[in-house]
């Protein structure tokens, strides 16, 4: 049975290009070595590698690059001779003198990027009726940031920036080609005001909603994507308001680096400052909270707290959030009907798009934090958003500040919809996790655990299979995979010191196996995009598995192996400091630990210095209150050890923080009926 276990037990955390012959031929997981690790198992004679029998994947996707590139410039060329301008008769002469079609299609871009930044109604300053907070002073709303604030001596490559960016946005944020007004591909009309005023550049706006619609979304999102574009167009504040799009887009100046976008240019903690306090002040200037919006700016403004490290800010704009929807009444199916027309059809899309993100916001915000989520454990859910085709084929690309800068082959179908389904899915149970774990006066038995992992391994077992890892590897897709095993591990992680009388699982080697598959994701986030663009609840699925090898190195679990996984966590979150100020206060939490559990974590030990000492002051992450991630609480740690439990006389539940919650178990004395034993030390 433990066997059986061990081969369904989780998803890949790291995939091999290819697997050996024998490997491939019995469909099982293959490590990669020579010989792998199921050959010298079975004792199979030889373990061989073939090569693709045409070519490797690297060059089918070269050479699908290449077309694609092909038919872009081939189709820009022809719409060109087909819309029979000035610069048409010219065209055909360039193709007659045998001049390349690259250099034609290029020539054709750049001049279409100039005369769209020229046109840009963004070049009109807006009219405000209020006052524009100090960061406006910084822009200039008749030039375009990236000239301010990258300059390239060479104009080629500036023109090649702009344009890369210009294509970028184009396709991740929708081209408006039915529309008759030129101007509406361009941003929103503006009325008496702006949709923010923050600043006045329309070039910046559309580029950070571009990078949120990169990089974060579809992940907890309370948007619908397609609707609040086409509103934040119009003008229409049916599904677009000031708020939302200010919450938008102090999420978004994370993922940017342009001095711009902070309020203190050297200083990336105050990045999105700026646009979060004018979110919070047109909400605070609110007379009626109940619209989707409203819901939906909450929403956003809760993951950019998280992504500060400010969780308690984060969890109180979150359960606003899911309030206010339920008090909407968006939980409520609204049943279908023939005769409804669009607007009624589009109406229920964005409904169940807020309550889902709300909902999946809040249940991983409790899961992080030990509590029990903001809804009722009975709650009726609606039906989740429906997928689109359209919308799942729609191509993904990794846009940043010089628009494209990485390898073309990364572009994929985005699977918006189904990853966002995936989500939901897992969030529902989490929901039911959290109410076994938590509930007051229930006492936790080894038979809900197990029953809780059955449905942990199904969810993983019945994802689509263009979502699987080695299919898909948008931000979204390994985002879900990194959620799936957090869930696991903080499912099991209060009873890493005991196991189960009548089933093979141990709920700490569960634990070892899914920090190790973050771990191994994690790295191939970072081999892929770099961690400086990462969704805002990756560093807390760091500082989990990071914690895990923390402990697995106290009770001398491969020692060596592990200290090397912490010190890579530690490695890991300072990357991700740049864009995450919650990264800081993991890296304090585990060298804390660390101290604590006495676990020496010397940079002399590895040749690495990871483990320099932090100058930053983090005081300002956390606003001076205590926390679910608060540290040297000296009053509470009487109450509670975060010490990991070693022996039959130390309590049997772990957790690494006093004021995170701990499952309600009966007493040692009764374990044994429960179905738990404590876990003899080794």
């Known amino acids: 049975m433990e066997s059986n276990f061990s081969r369904r037990r989780r998803g890949p955390g790291f995939v091999i290009p290819n697997a050996c012959t024998e490997c491939r031929r019995k469909r099982a997981k293959c490590?990669?070595?020579?010989?792998?690790?199921?050959?010298?198992?079975?004792?199979?004679?030889?373990?061989?590698?073939?090569?693709?029998?045409?070519?490797?994947?690297?060059?089918?996707?070269?050479?699908?690059?290449?077309?694609?590139?092909?038919h872009q410039q081939s189709k820009r060329v022809l719409d060109a001779l087909a819309s029979n301008q000035g610069n048409s008769a010219a065209i055909l002469d360039q193709l007659q003198n045998g001049e390349r079609l690259e250099s034609i299609a290029t020539r054709l871009e750049g001049s279409s990027a100039a005369s769209t930044a020229r046109n840009s109604p963004y070049n009109n300053p807006p009219r405000t009726t209020g006052a524009i907070p100090s960061i406006t002073n910084r822009f200039d709303g008749n030039?375009?940031?990236?000239?301010?604030?990258?300059?390239?001596?060479?104009?080629?490559?500036?023109?090649?920036?702009?344009?890369?960016?210009?294509?970028?946005?184009?396709?991740?944020?929708?081209?408006?080609?039915?529309?008759?007004?030129?101007?509406?591909?361009?941003?929103?009309?503006?009325?008496?005001?702006?949709?923010?005023?923050?600043?006045?550049?329309?070039?910046?706006?559309?580029?950070?909603?571009?990078?949120?619609?990169?990089?974060?979304?579809?992940?907890?999102?309370?948007?619908?994507?397609?609707?609040?574009?086409?509103?934040?167009?119009?003008?229409?504040?049916?599904?677009?308001?000031?708020?939302?799009?200010?919450?938008?887009?102090?999420?978004?100046?994370?993922?940017?680096?342009?001095?711009?976008?902070?309020v203190s240019p050297g200083d990336s903690t105050t990045a999105g400052d700026s646009f979060f306090a004018e979110a919070s002040r047109l909400?605070?200037?609110?007379?009626?909270?109940?619209?989707?919006?409203?819901?939906?700016?909450?929403?956003?403004?809760?993951?950019?707290?998280?992504?500060?490290?400010?969780?308690?800010?984060?969890?109180?704009?979150?359960?606003?959030?899911?309030?206010?929807?339920?008090?909407?009444?968006?939980?409520?199916?609204?049943?279908?009907d023939d005769g409804d027309d669009d607007a009624e059809k589009t109406d229920r899309a964005v409904r169940e798009a807020t309550f889902w993100g709300a909902l999946s916001l809040n249940e991983m915000l409790s899961l992080c934090t030990g509590t029990l989520p903001h809804l009722s454990q009975r709650i009726t859910l609606p039906k989740k958003p429906s997928i689109i085709k359209h919308v799942e084929d729609a191509l993904w690309i990794p846009y940043t500040d010089d628009g494209l800068p990485m390898d073309q082959h990364f572009d994929q179908p985005s699977n918006?919809?189904?990853?966002?389904?995936?989500?939901?899915?897992?969030?529902?149970?989490?929901?039911?996790?959290?109410?076994?774990?938590?509930?007051?006066?229930?006492?936790?038995?080894?038979?809900?655990?197990?029953?809780?992992?059955?449905?942990?391994?199904?969810?993983?077992?019945?994802?689509?299979?263009?979502?699987?890892?080695?299919?898909?590897?948008?931000?979204?897709?390994?985002?879900?995979?990194?959620?799936?095993?957090?869930?696991?591990?903080?499912?099991?992680?209060?009873?890493?010191?005991?196991?189960?009388?009548?089933?093979?699982?141990?709920?700490?080697?569960?634990?070892?196996?899914?920090?190790?598959?973050?771990?191994?994701?994690?790295?191939?986030?970072?081999?892929?995009?770099?961690?400086?663009?990462?969704?805002?609840?990756?560093?807390?699925?760091?500082?989990?598995?990071?914690?895990?090898?923390?402990?697995?190195?106290?009770?001398?679990?491969?020692?060596?192996?592990?200290?090397?996984?912490?010190?890579?966590?530690?490695?890991?979150?300072?990357?991700?400091?740049?864009?995450?100020?919650?990264?800081?206060?993991?890296?304090?939490a585990i060298k804390h630990l660390s101290r604590r559990w006495r676990v020496n974590l010397s940079p002399q030990n590895t040749g690495d210095e990871v483990l320099s000492d932090m100058s930053r002051d983090l005081s300002h992450l956390t606003l001076g209150l205590p926390d679910q991630f608060s540290l040297d609480l000296s009053v509470l740690e009487t109450l509670q050890s975060i010490q990991p439990v070693l022996s039959s006389q130390d309590p049997p539940l772990f957790s690494p923080f006093p004021m995170q919650g701990l499952p309600h178990i009966a007493p040692q004395i009764e374990l044994e009926e429960k179905g738990f034993q404590v876990l003899s030390p080794k």
């Open 416 to 588: 918006i919809r189904s990853v966002y389904k995936i989500f939901c899915e897992l969030a529902e149970i989490v929901h039911d996790t959290l109410y076994t774990l938590y509930s007051p006066g229930h006492d936790v038995s080894s038979g809900a655990l197990l029953g809780l992992y059955n449905r942990y391994i199904h969810w993983y077992d019945t994802i689509p299979e263009d979502l699987r890892l080695g299919h898909n590897f948008t931000p979204a897709v390994l985002f879900a995979h990194l959620f799936y095993h957090t869930a696991t591990l903080l499912l099991f992680q209060p009873f890493i010191n005991l196991r189960f009388n009548k089933s093979a699982v141990i709920p700490r080697e569960v634990c070892y196996q899914a920090a190790d598959a973050i771990t191994r994701i994690v790295k191939s986030y970072s081999a892929l995009y770099t961690l400086r663009r990462t969704p805002s609840f990756a560093p807390y699925f760091v500082l989990v598995s990071t914690i895990i090898h923390l402990v697995a190195v106290k009770n001398n679990h491969l020692p060596d192996e592990m200290t090397k996984n912490v010190l890579q966590g530690i490695a890991d979150l300072e990357e991700m400091a740049k864009c995450h100020g919650f990264a800081l206060r993991a890296i304090e």
């Open 143 to 262: 030039r375009s940031p990236s000239i301010i604030e990258g300059q390239h001596e060479d104009p080629s490559i500036q023109s090649h920036i702009e344009a890369a960016r210009h294509f970028g946005q184009r396709v991740i944020l929708g081209d408006d080609t039915n529309s008759e007004d030129p101007l509406s591909q361009h941003g929103p009309k503006l009325n008496d005001e702006s949709w923010t005023a923050v600043t006045s550049n329309g070039e910046l706006v559309e580029h950070l909603l571009a990078l949120y619609f990169c990089w974060e979304y579809p992940i907890f999102a309370t948007v619908s994507k397609e609707h609040f574009m086409e509103d934040f167009r119009k003008g229409s504040l049916r599904y677009c308001s000031s708020m939302l799009v200010n919450a938008l887009l102090a999420l978004a100046c994370r993922f940017s680096d342009r001095p711009g976008t902070r």
């Open 31 to 70: 490590d990669g070595q020579s010989p792998c690790g199921r050959c010298v198992s079975q004792d199979v004679s030889a373990c061989v590698y073939e090569a693709p029998a045409r070519q490797t994947k690297d060059e089918l996707r070269s050479e699908i690059e290449q077309l694609r590139t092909y």
């Open 283 to 336: 909400f605070n200037a609110e007379q009626d909270h109940y619209s989707l919006t409203t819901i939906q700016a909450l929403g956003v403004m809760s993951i950019r707290e998280a992504s500060c490290g400010r969780i308690s800010t984060s969890s109180f704009l979150s359960a606003q959030s899911i309030r206010l929807a339920v008090e909407m009444g968006l939980h409520i199916d609204v049943a279908a």
